[in-house]
């Protein structure tokens, strides 16, 4: 998903966006003869994300920059760790500074993140994802993080797959007056064979005519742990059983130990702390 095409139009917007008539700072203060050298240090642990974005501010400022990256995407690294060096004009690694780590902040923020959640429930067989509420026009950048992490990504957009909510199924249901039953049934028989159909359900009583309509995944939405328990149990393999709602690192644990196959949590990508990370900058004597 994080092709290098992405990465050109997103990152060249931002160095736009940032220096639109160029950096009025660094030509003013510094010789354009200046060369530098600086590091991307860790000032806390983490997982890496972002090399390749972090990489792409910098050669986009200024093809002249060389960037050497010590870590890989998904590398757990130690406060102190150097994680890239970053060498050419220092009128343009200080312009692409800002830029740079803002993105890799994030990631590694958002990968940091999804890596506690993966180690709470690392002793189930349950799946953490990602959602769609990701910052807009940034959702490559932060579901490529939540896989550096260790976690999955749920369907990329609403042109992937067949997500029916509540509201969804009040309007469908009142439009045809059919039970819910039928009327999936109907939308099943009208979508392709290689497209997933996934539900929404946020009571107990919900479950059976749901399943009756031969869903590929069920959403137990807010469901009481009890609840997520008794959901698995009428289930029964039927459908990848999916919980949402309340997921924090303190839930999501004892949200695994129900059985669930996936847990979904947006937290991920709209809650998060960018990672403390600092691009250290030395001058070379001319």
Known sequence: MLTRQIIHDVVGAALA???PWGDLTS?????ETAYATARLSAREPGTFSGGAVF??????TDPAIRVD????????FDTGDTLATVTGPARSVLQGERVALNFVQRMSGIATLTTAFVREVAHTSARIVDTRKTTPGLRAFERHAVRSGGGHNHRYSLSDAVMAKDNHLAVLTAQTGLSVTDALR???ARMSHTTHLEVEVDRI???EPVLAAGVDTIM???FTLDELREGVAIVGGRAIVEASGNVSLATVREI?????DVISSGALTHSVRSLDLGLDVAVDAP
Do not use: K, W
């Not at 990256?69 to 757990?76: H, T």
């Not at 695994?256 to 669930?260: H, N, P, Q, S, Y």
């Open 55 to 60: 990489a792409a501010a910098m050669t986009l």
């Open 256 to 260: 695994a130990d129900t059985g669930v």
């Open 205 to 207: 009583d919900q479950i």
């Open 69 to 76: 990256l010590a870590v890989s995407d998904g590398d757990a």
């Open 186 to 188: 109907e939308v099943r």
């Open 220 to 222: 137990l939405d807010n």
């Open 27 to 31: 030509e003013l203060l510094i010789p």
């Open 17 to 19: 966006e940032d220096a």
